[in-house]
Antibody, heavy 122, light 110 residues
């Protein structure tokens, strides 16, 4: 059974940093690209970042470019999101999602984690 | 303001057919596949339709998708109370080099 379990969320002050993790199991992690998608309270979905199978291709939404860094450890079957210079508008539930398409990012996410809440407030 | 435009709400009675639209541009829907997600209250999104009109295993054939030009649609036939949820369209955008979502449509089953 495919499982994606996010962790690392919490309350952080504006300007602070946080590192999210996503532990993957039930599939061969290294053969799938991965994504982070977030959802602000009461709002819609917003794609955040994509990383290919061996980290050769990485994309970011303009809203997080230069502040967030996506990475992965295939040996540990884990996905990460380092978030720096956090702002109040980064407050959201952050989901990791598996990319179903083999060759590139397409918005085709076949499995999602349960999400972890990040709150940015003083 | 979302790159893909969806109506904020839709409704229908049990048994009815409902459609939800998703409007984009040549840099996203006009050039790339459209995917649809269902999000039940308090849960993570679930893939409903991929590559414009393909259903993952386990998704009832009451759900169908289509794409024409720079627009796409999700149709739900034989509406059921458990279909009450938020629905999102998504696609790759070649100009933005990223995935874009619609703002979401809240479906109410009356």
């Amino acid at each position: 059974e495919v499982q994606l379990v996010e962790s690392g969320g919490g309350l952080v002050q504006p300007g602070g940093s946080l590192r999210l993790s996503c532990a993957a199991s039930g599939f061969t992690f290294s053969t799938y690209s991965m994504n982070w998608v977030r959802q602000a309270p009461g709002k819609g979905l917003e794609w955040v970042s994509y990383i290919s199978r061996y980290s050769s291709a990485i994309y970011y939404a303009d809203s997080v470019k230069g502040r967030f860094t996506i990475s992965r450890d295939n040996a540990r079957t884990s996905l990460f999101l380092q978030m720096n210079s956090l702002r109040s508008e980064d407050t959201a539930v952050y989901y990791c999602a598996r990319e179903a398409d083999y060759y590139d990012s397409s918005g085709h996410f076949d499995y999602w984690g349960q999400g972890t809440l990040v709150s940015v407030s003083s | 303001q979302s790159v893909l435009t969806q109506p904020p709400s839709a409704s229908g009675t049990p048994g009815q057919r409902v459609t939800i639209s998703c409007s984009g541009s040549s840099s996203n829907i006009g050039s790339y596949y459209v995917n649809w997600y269902q999000q039940l209250p308090g849960t993570a999104p679930k893939l409903l339709i991929y590559r414009n009109n393909q259903r993952p295993s386990g998704v009832p054939d009451r759900f169908s998708g289509s794409r024409s030009g720079t627009s796409a649609s999700l149709a739900i036939s034989g509406l059921r109370s458990e279909d009450e949820a938020d629905y999102y369209c998504a696609a790759w955008d070649g100009s933005l080099s990223g995935v874009v979502f619609g703002g979401g449509t809240k479906l109410t089953v009356l």
